[in-house]
């Protein structure tokens, strides 16, 4: 079969592996359809994550069918589905109060163990989440993604008339677009990039600004996705009183915040890391409603042997969501 493998930051290639063998009792094996190149794989590509582990299989975000499944598993052959990429111990304080997201020992494929990016491969049942069989493959994609935005935005309580500004209009930035608009909200979008402001403008009726076009703006909400010192500090100054600040970029950066402003305006910062089992089975019901327009996302699906020019173009910045065919 087919995997990409990274020997070493910006050496990624495709080559040949051995099939897995039968999975465990616990274990099913997936034939791979689609995986989605996600920010964080390029990260992973470029080196810039400093717990992540080479030589690696990168990849994470996949769309899968069942070939083969383990008999104390309750997964049927046929059946397609997503992986949860982000392993849990189930015993520590965090996974005892349903906060696997935030697990002691929590580790991410792709970034700290070998990633999906194959053909085929074997993983533990707990991961795998059905896909409902009505659900086209190139909305089930999006699930993993969608439910890192489905977890920040439940933070912020977004209801019809929320004023939200979106800093960062990435995958995670326009997923938040599109279900902030379907929830009702008053969106405003904030980005560097005019090719991913124009993108934003696809979701329906949003504003869009570059940071130096904010002026005496102030929102209800602001949710930080571009994860850069910056947009941290701006979202901070256009967040109203009495409001929230979501903070789901990641940066390594020391920002400059204002303690005596959060305080005398009363301005909440809740930070949010990637998802629950939760939020995937909301992010799942989301992506049923054939009303929820997420369309945009997925920019390209181009085929596994044309892997780099699908990195490359990922990291433009210029596309949103471009997707692996494997």
């Known amino acids: 079969m087919l995997e990409l493998f990274l020997e070493n930051p910006m050496q990624l290639k495709l080559r040949e592996a051995a099939l897995p063998?039968?999975?465990?009792n616990n274990e099913v094996k997936m034939s791979i359809i689609y995986g989605g190149i996600c920010?964080?794989?390029?990260?992973?590509?470029?080196?810039?994550?400093?717990y992540a582990k080479y030589p690696i299989r990168p990849g994470h975000e996949v769309l899968g069918t069942v070939i083969e499944a383990g008999v104390?598993?309750?997964?049927?052959v046929g059946t397609r589905a997503v992986i949860f990429p982000n392993t849990f111990c189930g015993k520590c304080e965090f996974c005892k109060a349903g906060k696997t997201n935030i697990c002691k020992h929590k580790q991410p494929l792709g970034v700290a163990v070998d990633g999906v990016f194959a053909q085929e491969v074997i993983i533990d049942a707990k991961y795998v989440v059905p896909v409902p069989e009505e659900m086209?493959?190139?909305?089930?994609?999006?699930?993993?993604?969608?439910?890192?935005?489905?977890?920040a935005l439940k933070k912020a309580n977004i209801n019809k008339g929320t004023k939200l500004a979106i800093i960062g209009s990435g995958t995670e930035g326009l997923l938040s677009v599109a279900l902030a608009l379907h929830l009702g909200a008053e969106v405003t979008v904030i980005d560097v990039n005019p090719v991913k402001l124009e993108l934003a403008k696809k979701f329906g009726p949003v504003s869009v600004f570059t940071p130096q076009e904010i002026?005496?703006?102030v929102?209800?909400?602001?949710?930080e996705a571009a994860g850069v010192k910056s947009s941290v500090e701006q979202a901070m100054q256009i967040v109203k009183p009495g409001g929230v600040m979501v903070a789901l970029g990641i940066t390594g950066d020391s920002v400059n915040l204002s303690p005596i402003h959060i305080?005398?305006?009363?301005?909440?910062?809740?930070?949010?890391?990637?998802?629950?089992?939760?939020?995937f089975a909301d992010a799942i019901a989301y992506l049923s409603n054939p009303d929820f327009f997420v369309d945009p996302i997925v920019s390209?699906?181009?085929?596994?042997?044309?892997f780099q020019e699908a990195f490359n173009d990922a990291a433009t910045g210029n596309f949103a969501k471009i997707v692996l065919e494997f």
């Open 300 to 306: 390209k699906i181009v085929p596994v042997n044309q």
């Open 136 to 151: 086209a493959s190139e909305r089930a994609i999006l699930i993993e993604p969608f439910a890192v935005t489905v977890h």
């Open 72 to 76: 104390d598993t309750n997964c049927t």
């Open 263 to 279: 305080v005398r305006s009363e301005i909440s910062i809740l930070g949010s890391i990637i998802y629950t089992k939760q939020d």
């Open 39 to 50: 920010g964080s794989d390029l990260r992973v590509y470029k080196g810039s994550i400093s």
């Open 215 to 217: 002026k005496d703006q």
């Open 219 to 223: 929102f209800d909400v602001v949710l």
């Open 21 to 24: 063998t039968s999975p465990k």
